[in-house]
């Protein structure tokens, strides 16, 4: 496989990286992080306002049409800049389950609004510890309403529709819920990392319609989780080259003994095993593209090789990074921990480290020899 991106890909590579570093520095993630509002609404805003958000839904939903790699493109800047933004719920996962299961109505109703920004949406699975199973799944659908609990759900919050992972009398299904009505609450959870909401979302005989018409649900879980892994590494990718180039400037200037602290060989090795991290994340995220891209069958493995690296690769990034920063890594006034923070929470999403890499596993032993 010989992958590269576009010249047209390769700009808007370019321009969403001058955008994002004069609209997202690290005082914008930290009004974030401190609580001051729950995401940054000027940033969505203008993301929406450069076609962005709809990068990846059609033309006749309100979208610009482009691709999967052009989302991989953004994905990665959003990482790289750490983005306080509701983007991969919204894009990578609810606008994704209604291009594969949605109705017409529905994707005319929702598409148009996740693509210019007016409407959040995030998707419901998790109810208790462990990896996801459709056995593990109690909420549960039946006379148009929806009862149960869901824990952890990233933008919770903040979101105006769930898609949610339900048990009927027809099997695991999936259904579209308003989240701003009597029958739902919300409670914050707790993370990491603040700047990317998590809530448990109670549902108590809430309103609520099947996406489209009685999809195959844990398929279409799984087909839209391998899509949205590629995309999470490319912003892991990202977030882990920001953290690198971080702690390369501040080997070069940082002086002990009268040398750069960069000449130290502790210091070189450490950088040197970062980079070497980083671009076995990049290659496998990279053959995630084209699988995702292609609509390959090699998409399955593809994902779980590319979530793997790139949760391992931005995790050592992050906390290297700290290390070669020294004590002053450790402080509040440094930024090592934004990236420590995103680099854990990122790591959870979609599944932990080890959900991966016991698919990825099971994923080899079951490829056609």
């Given at each position: 496989?010989?992958?590269?991106?576009?010249?047209?890909?390769?700009?808007?590579?370019?321009?969403?990286?001058?955008?994002?570093?004069?609209?997202?520095?690290?005082?914008?993630?930290?009004?974030?992080?401190?609580?001051?509002?729950?995401?940054?609404?000027?940033?969505?805003?203008?993301?929406?306002?450069?076609?962005?958000?709809?990068?990846?839904?059609?033309?006749?939903?309100?979208?610009?049409?482009?691709?999967?790699?052009?989302?991989?493109?953004?994905?990665?800047?959003?990482?790289?800049?750490?983005?306080?933004?509701?983007?991969?719920?919204?894009?990578?996962?609810?606008?994704?389950?209604?291009?594969?299961?949605?109705?017409?109505?529905?994707?005319?109703?929702?598409l148009p609004r996740l693509a210019?920004?007016?409407?959040?949406?995030?998707?419901?699975?998790?109810?208790?510890?462990?990896?996801?199973s459709p056995a593990g799944i109690r909420t549960a659908f039946a006379d148009g309403a929806l009862s149960g609990t869901?824990?952890?759900?990233?933008?919770?919050?903040?979101?105006?529709?769930?898609?949610?992972?339900?048990?009927?009398?027809?099997?695991?299904?999936?259904?579209?819920?308003?989240?701003?009505q009597p029958g739902v609450t919300r409670e914050i959870v707790g993370t990491i990392d603040p700047t990317r909401e998590h809530a448990a979302l109670r549902f108590d005989r809430a309103t609520a319609e099947p996406l489209g018409d009685k999809a195959d649900g844990w398929r279409t879980i799984e087909a839209v989780n391998d899509r949205a892994a590629v995309l999470t590494a490319f912003e892991q990718v990202g977030g882990a080259e920001a953290a690198l180039m971080m702690a390369r400037d501040h080997a070069r200037e940082r002086m002990a003994f009268g040398r750069q602290i960069g000449s130290f060989q502790a210091i070189k090795h450490m950088l040197a095993d970062m980079y070497v991290s980083l671009t076995l994340a990049?290659?496998?995220?990279y053959y995630g593209a084209w699988a995702l891209s292609q609509q390959h069958a090699e998409l399955p493995i593809a994902s779980a090789t590319a979530r793997v690296s790139a949760t391992q690769a931005y995790q050592q990034c992050a906390r290297n990074n700290i290390q070669v920063h020294g004590g002053m890594g450790f402080t509040w006034a440094a930024d090592c921990h934004l990236h420590y923070r995103r680099a854990n929470l990122l790591a959870l999403n979609l599944g932990s480290l080890s959900q991966w890499e016991d698919a990825l596993v099971e994923r080899l032993r079951q490829r056609p020899s």
């Open positions: 496989m010989n992958f590269e991106f576009s010249p047209e890909q390769d700009e808007l590579r370019n321009q969403s990286r001058r955008f994002l570093q004069e609209r997202c520095d690290s005082a914008a993630v930290r009004r974030v992080l401190d609580g001051q509002v729950p995401y940054d609404r000027e940033l969505w805003a203008g993301l929406a306002e450069l076609g962005y958000l709809g990068a990846g839904i059609p033309e006749e939903y309100g979208g610009v049409g482009l691709g999967y790699l052009e989302l991989c493109v953004l994905a990665e800047e959003l990482g790289r800049a750490l983005a306080p933004l509701p983007f991969s719920s919204s894009i990578y996962l609810a606008a994704e389950f209604l291009k594969a299961a949605g109705s017409e109505e529905q994707k005319q109703s929702w210019n920004g007016s409407a959040i949406g995030t998707f419901a699975l998790v109810e208790d510890f462990g990896a996801p869901k824990i952890a759900v990233a933008d919770g919050g903040i979101a105006d529709f769930a898609v949610v992972a339900a048990q009927s009398g027809d099997g695991l299904g999936l259904y579209l819920v308003e989240l701003d990049r290659s496998n995220a």
